[in-house]
């Protein structure tokens, strides 16, 4: 009588497996072992892993990409007979390898330390890293759809867990970088929005010598061409998100890069998507909205990083973009009402960044306009030719970003000061960055502050409705304590370190003699209204 067979494990049939692909002779019978190997690869990772990695990558090097085998196991590099290769054995293999990076949840072998004895594994040899950037070749005839999906793919998982090993064995690559950037011009999108997504993980926090080569296989040129192929800033959704992470990665702290980014022509391009921040005109969907503020946001943050004070890099920059109209589009942005506040926000501190200590520039703002809000119209005076701090010729609206019939067009001192000191319904925070950008108008600029002073104490002596710094601090409405805050900060940048602005503001008067009114000093009516609010119960 037949005795029944002794019931096979898991790992048993695992380790025949391996064994199986180790010793094979005919690639059918190798091939039916990965088959199997990969059966289990999601339950089993540990045991599939630690028996058969090597001979994976072996036979990805062997069967699939048709490399001769060494003695010992290694490749040589050099191809065994033309055109052995088997597209199929590629995809079965790198199928394999993914899954094992990516185990079941509930498997009993799941654990983080199989994706780091993955990378490891692939990370020790040059060679490894190498043969997946040459099934990333788009010439070599085994690079079809899915054997450039999953070699980005692994070299994503790879980078998931060594990712300084991944930089190092990359520049170490001969066209590493090329065969990376390449995969932008997949016309497949999956292909291309995981190579996009493995460039962003592979630039965030890389060396700069990484980031320097990359940027110079044009891909500053590339990521807007995959925006525009998107539908745009408004469009694109998430990937036009990874575009811009991707082009933050590249330009943050880095003077090189951005010097490409402008003489490259990028510039242009990207006040094209700062016009896109503004809201469409025909009805979208909340999600639409929602897509286009969160894009808005990303790119507000990313030209941010080409200003930032101090470096290098920052007057060529706020040059370049302020005379490509950044100015105009962001103010436009600012003032829009159908903006959410915290991107009308990040607009103001964004324009503050553009002329921030440029004195040209900031001689320059005062001359632009922006459209108010009709609600706004009757506390703003129509454009004259003389404003605050800078001497301009009436402008019409031809200079705007953003054309308006209905709405009026003032100077955007008077709009700011308006903004900062007049509209207590406003948020505060929006106003707030409002009077930021009054004071980088004013900083380091002493004839532009002796102006707005002079001005401002000209205003105060004919008692004039419109917005003013010292009316406002020297006659504080009870009822909007943040406009004297406000006004306390403007005029403290006005007098501060000029002895004769210190003088000139000393010598402002409140009251009148001839109506028996008690004529105090500015610094006795300052001292009258803080000893006020001191004995108060409000700020």
Known sequence: MLKTPPLQTATATIDTLCGRLASATLLEDRRAAILGLRSFAKQYPASVASGSLRELITTLRRDGLGEAASPRGKSDRRPSAAG????????????????????????????????FFMADEFSMRQDNIALLLNLLDPTSPYA????????????????????????????????????????????????????????????????????????????????????????????????G???????????????SNQTMFRESGCVSQFMQLLREIFPSSTPSTDFAADTREKAGWGLLQLFRFFLVSGEASTPQNQLAFFRAGAAQILLDLAFSSDLPVPLRVLAFQSTADLISNNQPLQ???????????????GALSPPAPQTNGSRSAPHSARG???????????????????????????????RAAACSLIQAYLGRHDRI?????????????????????????????????NSVVFASWIAQDLVVDITEAKAAFASIKEGGESEDEDVLTSLQSLGSSLEGLLQSNGN
């Open 84 to 115: 052995s290769g088997d597209v199929d054995t590629i995809r079965l293999v790198l199928e394999t390898l993914l899954m094992l990076f990516k185990p079941d949840a509930n498997s009993p072998e799941a654990s983080d330390e199989i994706a």
């Open 144 to 239: 079809d759809y899915y054997s450039r999906l999953y070699s980005v793919n692994l070299l994503s998982a790879i980078c998931a867990a060594r990712p300084e090993r991944l930089q190092e064995c990359v520049l170490s690559a001969p066209l590493g970088t090329s065969r990376l950037v390449g995969v932008l011009d997949d016309t497949r999108d999956a292909v291309r929005n995981a190579g996009l997504l493995l460039l962003v993980d592979l630039t965030g926090g890389a060396s700069e010598e990484l980031r320097k080569i990359v940027a110079f296989e044009d891909v500053f040129a590339k990521v807007f061409v995959l925006i525009r192929l998107e539908g745009g800033l408004a469009d694109a959704g998430i990937t």
């Open 241 to 255: 998100q990874d575009c811009l992470s991707l082009l933050a990665n590249l330009t943050r702290n880095s003077a």
């Open 363 to 377: 001689e320059q703002l005062a001359g632009l306009q922006v459209a108010v809000s009709s609600a706004d119209k």
């Open 400 to 430: 705007s970003a953003r054309t308006s019939v209905e709405k009026p067009r003032t100077y955007i001192i008077e709009a700011l000061l308006e903004l900062t000191l007049k509209q207590s319904s406003a948020e505060a925070t929006l």
């Open 449 to 481: 502050k002796a102006h707005f002073l002079q001005r401002a104490i000209s205003g105060h002596e004919s008692n004039e409705t419109g917005a003013n710094a010292l009316i406002s601090l020297l006659q504080p409405d009870l009822n909007d304590h």
